[in-house]
């Protein structure tokens, strides 16, 4: 019997990374799901990560701690910036939001990077996208790109012809479109969270650009929105 591949998928506790690690495991990848505690505000995503993790079938699951929110700069991770709640409207140009969060990806595929190593793996997973996003300059595919050309330099894997391949599964689809096949693969978007501001029990706000992405998403693909709400449509 092969040993399956393994691979490291990014796994914050969202929707997109719940579908990133349920898309490595329908390619049957031995999947190692990594969570990153990098200060943000929105801890329940971490707490969702967990849950995501045992139902889809990662092989293990680790915590990285590092703390972005020592820099600031971020709606994210410092709370003397406030999380927005008014979204732009169609065609104005809002340049970078500040719910981005300086370094973020980098730092993350790096760690995972790390791990990926230490475990004879060649391949990573992320669900950065480029569509229905807040244009964040790290959900590029030429960011990915260039983050795996770095990769390849910078490893030993990578010297020694391993080469090391960056997935980035959702990055050309839509938020309805990434529902769909997540639904399709039996995704349980009712124990993530998305939300920039949920609640401790993990309740969406309702209000942030990340729940209307995800809300209309959901209207989109057709599919009952299972978010449970700290106040519906508020």
């Given amino acids: 019997m092969t040993q399956a591949k393994r691979a490291v998928v990014l796994l914050s506790g969202g929707l997109d990374s719940a579908t990133c690690l349920a898309i490595a495991r329908d390619q049957g990848f031995d ?39 020592q820099f600031g700069g971020s709606a994210l991770t410092d709370p003397s910036i406030e999380v927005p709640e008014d979204m732009p409207a169609d065609g104005e140009s809002t340049g970078i939001p500040v719910t981005y969060v300086p370094a973020r990806n980098t730092v993350m595929l790096s760690i995972a990077m790390a791990w990926a190593e230490v475990l004879g793996a060649n391949d990573i997973f992320i669900g950065v996208n480029a569509v229905d996003y807040s244009g964040y300059p790290d959900c ?71 729940c209307r992405l995800r809300a209309a998403g959901f209207a989109g693909a057709g599919v009952a929105d299972p978010t449970p709400y700290q106040l519906r449509n508020a």
């Fill in 140 to 210: 590029r595919p030429a960011f990915i790109q260039a983050f795996e050309t770095m990769a390849n330099l910078a490893t030993r894997a990578g010297v020694e012809g391993a080469r090391l391949r960056i997935h980035a599964p959702l990055i050309d689809l839509s938020k309805a479109d990434i529902i769909r096949r997540g639904t399709a693969l039996g995704v349980d978007y009712g124990i993530t969270v998305t939300c920039y501001q949920a609640d401790e029990a993990g309740r969406a706000c309702g209000r942030c650009e990340a």
């Fill in 31 to 69: 999947a190692y799901a990594l969570s990153v505690a990098y200060g943000q505000r929105h801890t329940a995503e971490l707490t969702a990560s967990l849950r995501v993790a045992q139902a889809l079938g990662a092989r293990e699951h680790r915590l990285a701690r590092i703390d972005l929110g």
